[in-house]
T-cell receptor, first 114, second 111 residues
Framework: AQTVTQSQPEMSVQEAETVTLSCTYD???????LFWYKQPPSRQMILVIR??????QNATENRFSVNFQKAAKSFSLKISDSQLGDAAMYFC???????????FGQGTRLTINP | NAGVTQTPKFQVLKTGQSMTLQCAQD?????MYWYRQDPGMGLRLIYY???????DKGEVPNGYNVSRLNKREFSLRLESAAPSQTSVYFC??????????FGPGTRLTVL
């Protein structure tokens, strides 16, 4: 069974600085998707970024980018120019292509210090 | 465009009571999901529906039933609530590239 591990329960960063959240996963599949979701205090799960395993290029969305290392099964999220509104729980998630199921990590709580 | 909606937002039940959580999506997605989120944990899949008329168990289905009423609606029923079912429940629907979009959640407390 696939598993997703986020080894950092909590992280903090100064406003305007850069922070990287770590995620590793275990799978025997070759075609899959990886996601980062943000959950602010409102509890709403918000998609931050998606990576397709067959694409070598790392996905980017404005200040958010990933470092996808397929061989190492690593999928980290970099947040540049951190803003107070970035404070949230961040969840890494995995989906085998077409498998109907998302497997979530335990989450990393990100605090932004003004 | 409302996306995924859930009702109610909050609910308090006594042990043994029953209730149904409602979910609807207006994005014309085929697949819908129910998850629970417990403190300090990620989301765990309860049930899912790959298409209208089909449902399948997820990781933690015990104590729950679901109904896919039509393409838009997917409900979750607790027949006899237990304190262990105190949690936040999320409904989601799936778009292209396996991307799931979530509702705002229902906070359920069972006393």
């Amino acid at each position: 069974a696939q598993t997703v591990t986020q080894s950092q329960p909590e992280m903090s960063v100064q406003e305007a600085e850069t922070v990287t959240l770590s995620c590793t996963y275990d799978t025997s599949e070759s075609d899959y998707y990886l996601f980062w979701y943000k959950q602010p205090p409102s509890r709403q799960m918000i998609l931050v970024i998606r990576q397709e395993a067959y694409k070598q290029q790392n996905a980017t969305e404005n200040r958010f980018s990933v470092n996808f290392q397929k061989a190492a099964k690593s999928f980290s999220l970099k947040i540049s120019d951190s803003q107070l509104g970035d404070a949230a729980m961040y969840f890494c998630a995995y989906s085998s292509k077409g498998a109907q199921k998302l497997v979530f990590g335990q989450g990393t709580r990100l605090t932004i210090n003004p | 465009n409302a996306g995924v909606t859930q009702t109610p937002k909050f609910q308090v039940l006594k042990t043994g009571q029953s209730m149904t959580l409602q979910c609807a999506q207006d994005m014309n997605h085929n697949s819908m999901y129910w998850y629970r989120q417990d403190p300090g944990m990620g989301l765990r899949l309860i049930y899912y529906s790959a298409s209208e008329g089909t449902t399948d168990k997820g990781e933690v289905p015990n104590g729950y039933n679901v109904s896919r009423l039509n393409k838009r609606e997917f409900s979750l029923r607790l027949e006899s609530a237990a304190p262990s079912q105190t949690s936040v429940y999320f409904c989601a629907s799936r778009a292209a590239w396996d991307t799931q979009y979530f509702g705002p959640g229902t906070r359920l407390t069972v006393l």
